[in-house]
């Protein structure tokens, strides 16, 4: 077909993020004719492909998998579509002090024996937190249809019932800071500022916040290794998701056409293309965040969902830096370092200022979560070469004095100044860099205000306070990471929002 607007489809989907792929599969092979609209010329989103430098493949934006939820894996069979993980271990390496470092690997009991070498006072504590969490995810998450990460929109109530009522959970879940959660476990602070950088990932507040024990809690509560929370890369890049579920949608009959940018949506008749054409649909699914559907449509949406949109937090304070290397740096002495997610910046204290700075325009000393993926699968740069992804907080999204332009170095060098910090020399192996502040996430993803997730996921924003699968305005649905459960590649999102809409069609959902 060589355009979408040759025929009147079911559903359009807006956007080929990973989860409107999975959307439109879901629906596709449920029977109904449905269209992909991808304004870039790659499918993928923030999980997607490029190649920035010959031979270097890397993703504009995520790196690691752990969150991407088992039943789509199983149910799109991404398997047979090229999808393989090779799971970190040891899953993170945060260097403490001279030839001193944390190193969670995947079994507990060896973090447990490292731990002991240096903080034999703490083993006792971080078994226990570890234990806590456990529960949690095992309340909140068991590995079956009672998932809460597979129900439409479940209520506080139903989460408070999972975790027992019990208040230390109902408080760590929906109210604590991750620096207090850690601290009723743990008293070392070398601990507590290696462990609290878990709790910001992609949030707009310092690690003293409220609510910042549940993003600690998002990033390790995944299944895809089973029950485990661990995190993998993907074979070939974090982009190979993405080209797996575009596979698993082609081949349940779903057409995907990249290069479409949608300029207006009209609910239940479908969207009008950059082009001038109109692309005819019974339902227009968006996989853009709701600020961004919101600016689309071509009616006045229903003033309590405009401001509710309106309202949604979407100031990103995340950049990337991406690292051609001439060879793997070694942390901390420690060649292991090189297997694992390294985390390097300032503690707690640190970070707090540096939120600080970041919100008054300025850069503080960044925390950096470093991934090497060719120590694990070499595919991804030339013969002998190496890549580093580098994910920073916190940054401005504008700058009080200067733009992005003028700053992108100064962000470089001080992400390097800390990499250097604790492998001396790293500077010397650089081949190439580049760095994506918020205004560029936003420009090259469409991600509002830069934020990696569509929206915060801290407790206020979450469970059924999400953005809703159907909206309020007939005909339009969202699938992205601004719907239950959340940001990250996770692709449950799409995979219920594909179930409400069949419902609402009058279609049998096939779970
Ligand atoms: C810097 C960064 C690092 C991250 N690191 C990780 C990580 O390591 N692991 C992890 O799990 N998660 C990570 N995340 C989060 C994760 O990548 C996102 O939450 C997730 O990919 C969002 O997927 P999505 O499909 O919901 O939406 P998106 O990826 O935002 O996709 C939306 C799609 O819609 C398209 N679109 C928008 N408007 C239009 C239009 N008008 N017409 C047509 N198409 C349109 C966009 O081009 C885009 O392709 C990171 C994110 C960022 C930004």
Redesign the pocket.
């Known amino acids: 077909m060589e355009h979408p607007r040759e025929r009147t489809w079911d559903v359009v989907v807006?956007?080929?993020?990973?989860?409107?792929l999975t959307c439109a599969a879901y629906l596709a092979g449920a029977g109904l004719a449905v269209v992909v609209?991808?304004?870039?010329g790659v499918?993928?989103?923030?999980?997607?492909l490029e190649e920035p430098w010959p031979g270097f493949r890397v993703s504009p934006?995520?790196?690691?998998?752990?969150?991407?939820h088992p039943r789509v894996v199983e149910d799109l069979r991404l398997h047979r579509h090229g999808f393989e993980v090779r799971l970190l271990d040891p899953q993170m390496f945060v260097p403490i002090d001279d030839g001193i470092s944390l190193v969670e690997w995947r079994d507990l009991d060896r973090t447990l024996a490292d731990l002991a070498r240096w903080a034999p006072g703490q083993v006792s504590g971080y078994r226990a937190l570890a234990g806590f969490w456990d529960g949690i995810r095992e309340a909140l998450r068991p590995g079956d249809d009672r998932d809460l990460w597979l129900m439409e929109a479940p209520p506080r109530e139903l989460v408070e019932q999972r975790l027992g009522g019990d208040p230390a959970a109902i408080a760590a879940v929906f109210e604590e800071s991750v620096v207090d959660d850690l601290s009723r476990f743990l008293d070392d602070p070398r601990l507590i500022d290696g462990l609290a950088s878990q709790g910001v990932i992609?949030t707009n507040a310092p690690p003293t916040h409220p609510g910042t024990a549940y993003i600690r809690f998002h990033h390790m509560c995944g299944r895809l290794a089973g029950g485990s929370g661990d995190w993998g890369f993907v074979e070939g890049g974090?982009g190979m998701v993405s080209i797996a579920l575009e596979a698993a949608a082609r081949e349940a009959g779903a057409a995907v056409f990249t290069g479409?940018?949608?300029?207006s949506i009209s609910p239940g008749r479908g969207v009008m293309l950059a082009d001038g054409s109109w692309v005819r649909a019974r339902a227009v699914v968006s996989?853009?965040?709701p600020k961004?559907t919101l600016g689309?449509l071509d009616d006045t949406p229903p003033a309590d969902f405009a401001a509710r949109v309106e309202q949604w937090p979407t100031d990103g304070c995340?950049?990337?830096v991406n690292v051609a290397l001439s060879d793997l740096p070694v942390f901390n002495g420690d060649p292991i370092s090189t297997r694992s997610q390294v985390d390097v910046g300032p503690g707690v204290e640190g970070m707090v200022s540096g939120h600080a700075a970041a919100r008054e325009g300025r850069l503080g000393r960044p925390w950096a979560e470093l991934?090497l993926q060719t120590a694990y699968d070499p595919s991804v740069a030339p013969p002998g070469r190496h890549v580093l992804s580098a994910?920073v907080q916190y940054v401005p999204y504008a700058w009080q004095q200067g733009s992005w332009d003028d700053h992108r170095e100064t962000v470089a060098q001080a992400v390097f100044d800390e990499i250097e910090r604790w492998s001396p020399g790293f500077r010397d192996l650089i081949e190439a860099y580049e760095v994506?502040g918020p205004p560029d996430?936003e420009a090259k993803?469409?991600?509002t205000g830069?934020h990696?997730?569509?929206g915060e996921c801290l407790p206020p924003y979450m469970w059924d306070r999400r953005m809703p699968y159907r909206t309020p305005i007939d005909g339009l649905y969202l699938?992205?990471?601004a719907t239950h459960p959340g940001?990250?590649?996770?692709a449950v999102?799409?995979r219920n929002s594909a179930m409400r809409i069949l419902r609402d069609l009058g279609e049998t959902p096939g779970d």
Do not use: M, P, T, W
């Open positions: 807006v956007g080929a993020g990973h989860n409107g609209l991808e304004r870039r499918v993928g989103g923030a999980a997607s934006c995520a790196y690691l998998a752990g969150l991407l992609g974090i479409s940018e949608v300029v996989n853009a965040d961004r689309l995340s950049a990337k991934y994910f994506s996430i993803i469409g991600l830069g990696i997730f569509q699938c992205g990471a940001g990250s590649v996770i999102n799409g």
